[in-house]
């Protein structure tokens, strides 16, 4: 799994590849949360179109970063969902939950 | 088929990988594929946090069988796991309320909504769990 960050106006773009498993959800979980909490951006974006698979761990860690970003009043959008993504997303009932977009361009719309 | 693997989570990824690969030449369709590699991926992960709490050089094993067709489905494909941590206590597999918006409790969920059967055992010192999903019963013509 590999992460990066654009960094823009107000908002911060994370461009994740590979599955997200127990293996490395605590990476995106730190960096999540760092975003949100510490840098305060109104606006994180995460890129999962080249994500195949998440796990429990690596939606929890989503998870976590949804409740920050309300606690914080900002915003945390998903979009580029697998099938796999997608699925574990509506077998856990959190699809409707999060703000989720097929693209890049919908998601800073 | 039969693997042995530490209780690594950097393994996670080989044993989705060869669980993709079985489930696919067994006949199941490209959800129940997806779906039979996630219950197993989150069973190991249930194990490598749970049962050995983190350590990653503790034993796991998995078989891979073909089973007998139940009335109304076609063959089953069973994987059973062992682990040789503490006794798994039952009272506390019950997953997490889906209604409730936090982190955590899902894994034992999907499990349970991936397989037609999900049973615990301890035997001689080791937590075995059989997890078994069958294919659709074949159409007469």
């Given at each position: 799994m590999q992460i990066s960050a654009r960094r823009m106006d107000k908002t911060t773009i994370f461009d994740v590849s590979g599955d997200i498993d127990l293996a490395n959800s605590p990476e995106i979980r730190k960096a999540l949360l760092k975003e949100i909490?510490?840098?305060?951006?109104p606006r994180v974006v995460m890129?999962?179109?080249?994500?195949r698979y998440i796990d429990s761990s690596g939606v929890a860690s989503l998870v976590e970063g949804l409740k920050a970003s309300r606690d914080a009043g900002t915003r945390f959008i998903l979009f580029g969902l697998s099938p796999a993504a997608r699925e574990v997303l509506q077998l856990s009932r959190l699809l409707k939950i999060f703000e989720v977009h097929d693209t890049e361009e919908q998601a800073l719309a | 088929m039969k693997m042995e693997l530490h209780s690594?989570?950097?393994?996670l990824c080989v044993v989705r990988a060869a669980m993709e690969q079985l489930t696919d030449v067994f006949g199941f369709s490209a959800p129940e594929t997806r779906s039979v590699t996630r219950a197993v991926d989150e069973a190991l992960t249930n194990i490598m946090r749970h049962?050995?709490?983190?350590?990653?050089d503790r034993p796991i094993e998995i078989l891979c069988h073909r089973v007998p067709k139940r009335p109304g489905t076609g063959d089953g494909f069973e994987v059973l796991l062992t682990d040789r941590?503490?006794?798994?206590?039952?009272?506390?597999?019950?997953?997490?309320?889906?209604d409730e918006i936090k982190p955590g409790g899902l894994g034992l969920h999907f499990i349970r909504q991936s397989m037609d059967v999900v049973e615990f055992k301890r035997e001689q010192g080791a937590n075995l769990l059989q997890l078994v999903k069958y294919l659709k019963a074949e159409k007469q013509d």
């Open positions: 909490k510490e840098t305060k951006t890129n999962l179109l080249k994500v | 690594d989570p950097g393994m049962s050995y709490g983190g350590q990653v941590g503490p006794a798994v206590d039952k009272s506390k597999l019950k997953g997490r309320r889906l």
